[in-house]
């Protein structure tokens, strides 16, 4: 049984021009119970949107998900969530940051206690526990973002573009952090990036998305053990594929935003 089952999602957004536009056309996949999913896509093509189904936090035209054949319904979420913007509250210390997930759980001492000293630990937040979020680096402000979503042991990880706006170096050490951490916690990871070389650094599968009507339209299963090198033959292979894919489709998106520009006035 899939942990997560994905089935013939459509959405569209109303735009004030002709109606609506739509943004996801008849997404189906599924993720294997402690899979680590990627899925990569040009931007704008509606991968946040398609998180924001899967987490409940919007309802989908079409189709369901289901999350150990339980159908997700909107507001009942059973995934944590990382957004694609930083999303810390800044008048809460670290530990106050953290305790959100579990006090929106309505978890109680001394399980909120002890809930929060593991996964500070886990994610290697100790001793920072009490700095507010301008007083800690962007690396340990994502990794207070993982902690608060995985507080609660949520069934899924949903990561949008969570390793974002980091130095490289950051950047590299989080990939690490990240999948260190989802497998000590044994978390199933749906994880959106720009960056393909990050997907197939930490990636079980890869899932491509076309341009904006975003539908699926390539898999990869990155058969390569753990932990990666970067710059593998095999690991540069990978990326070549996708990176090619990619670049058809962001032409495409050139030429339908040439395509809807008004003509010059001569
Ligand atoms: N609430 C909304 N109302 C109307 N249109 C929206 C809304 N949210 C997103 N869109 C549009 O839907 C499309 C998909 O947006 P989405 O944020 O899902 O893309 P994305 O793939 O996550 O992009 P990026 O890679 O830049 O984060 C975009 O064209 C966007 O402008
Ligand atoms: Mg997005």
Known sequence: MPRLSVQGIWKAYPNEEDGETLVLEDISFEVKNGEFLSIVGPSGCGKTTLLKIIAGLLEPDKGHV???????KPGHNQAGYIFQQESLFPWRTVRQNIAFG?????????????SIDEIVSIVGMRGLEDNFPHEISGGQARKTEMARSLVTKPDILIADEALSNLD???????QEELMRISQETGSTVLFVSHNVDEAVFMSDRILVMSNL??????????????????????????????????????????????????????
């Open 168 to 174: 490289a170096q950051t950047r590299n050490y989080l």
């Open 66 to 72: 289901s999350i150990d054949n339980v159908q997700v």
């Open 102 to 114: 579990l006090e929106i759980a309505e978890i109680q001492e001394p399980e909120k206690n002890r």
């Open 213 to 266: 009507p975003g539908k699926l339209i390539a898999e990869f299963s990155i058969d390569l053990p753990k932990p990666r090198i970067r710059t593998s033959p095999e690991c540069l292979s990978y990326r070549a594929r996708i990176l090619d894919l990619l670049k058809v489709e962001q032409e495409k998106a050139m030429r339908d935003q040439a395509r809807l520009k008004p003509p010059v006035a001569t």
